[in-house]
């Protein structure tokens, strides 16, 4: 009877080193997979990073914002109370700079909203919207907001507070934007 005792232990012994063994290969397959994701989610944010910055290198982009640029050069103050006067009479240049205002304004706003949902670290969203006076976001506040404004007084600014934070203030506080 004392020897079947010991073969209980044994398998008793050996079951346990099997479950040793499967914990251990879970614990493996688990760490495999969890850096799987980071590498896909690396990867999908590299691909998201990509194609902002293919947008942004457009031709349609940059003249679009050349033709943004030169309308406020030539009526300095008056840029977009200009502009409106214009586009309400429907006159092609309006609707032209209209469509340059809003593809620049989607794209911004395309920056903004993949931050907010997680997709983009505010690292890579300041090296995606430039801050300066020549940069992404001065164009946005200099140029693209004030014919916001003028087509929409009571336009939503929040796209506008969260790059003046950006370039403003500390990390915390583009969070709150």
């Not at 976001?137 to 929040?158: A, Q, R, Y």
Request: with cysteine; glycine share 4%.
């Amino acid at each position: 009877m004392q020897n079947f005792q010991w073969v209980g232990w044994i398998i008793q012994g050996v079951i346990a080193l099997i479950t040793l063994v499967a914990a251990i290969a879970a614990w493996r397959a688990a760490n495999a997979a969890k850096q799987s994701a980071a590498e896909s989610h690396r990867t999908a944010v590299s691909q998201v990073i990509a194609q902002v910055t293919n947008n942004y290198a457009s031709n349609e982009m940059l003249h679009g914002m050349m033709r943004l640029r030169s309308w406020k050069d030539k009526y300095g103050d008056n840029f977009a109370s200009e502009f409106y006067s214009k586009l309400n009479n429907k006159e092609e240049e309006a609707i032209i700079l209209n469509e340059d205002r809003r593809r620049f304004s989607h794209h911004m706003n395309q920056i903004r909203l993949l931050f907010k949902r997680g997709v983009l670290e505010e690292d890579d969203v300041r090296e995606l919207a430039t801050c300066g006076k020549f940069s992404q976001v001065g164009f946005l506040l200099e140029v693209v907001k004030p014919l916001e404004e003028v087509i929409n007084p009571d336009c939503d600014h929040s796209l506008f507070e969260f790059f003046d934070n950006l370039c403003k203030n500390s990390k915390s506080d583009i969070n709150s934007s």
